[in-house]
């Protein structure tokens, strides 16, 4: 089955940076675009950050500058780099993959950003 592991959450300070992966099993990674979410207490789930297959990737205008996406086919990875964190960027974030129609979700890691 699809599954999906995020890691590397936690308390920054504005200005802060770090480093969210996802470990992805259950299908053939490097064909499948991905993608980050986040989403905030009473706010509805929005996309971040995608990757193609291909590497080529794509931001929400409120993250562009700031925040990269990446992957790694070999770990079956992907990764966002956020950096210069806000704290409206306090929100769970979630990698999120689409196969065959269907979304698969990871577990998420909450972000706080707060002085």
């Known amino acids: 089955q699809v599954q999906l592991v995020e890691s590397g959450g936690g308390l920054v300070q504005p200005g802060g940076s770090l480093r969210l992966s996802c470990v992805v099993s259950g299908i053939i990674f490097r064909v499948y675009p991905m993608g980050w979410y986040r989403q905030a207490p009473g706010k509805q789930r929005e996309l971040v950050a995608a990757?193609?297959?291909?590497?080529?990737?794509n931001y929400a205008d409120s993250v562009k500058g700031r925040f990269t996406i990446s992957r790694d086919n070999a770990k079956n990875t992907v990764y966002l780099q956020m950096n210069s964190l806000k704290p409206e960027d306090t929100a769970f974030y979630y990698c999120?993959?689409?196969?065959?129609?269907?979304?698969?979700w990871g577990q998420g890691t909450q972000v706080t950003v707060s002085s």
């Open positions: 990757i193609t297959s291909g590497g080529s990737p």
């Open positions: 999120n993959v689409k196969v065959f129609g269907n979304d698969y």
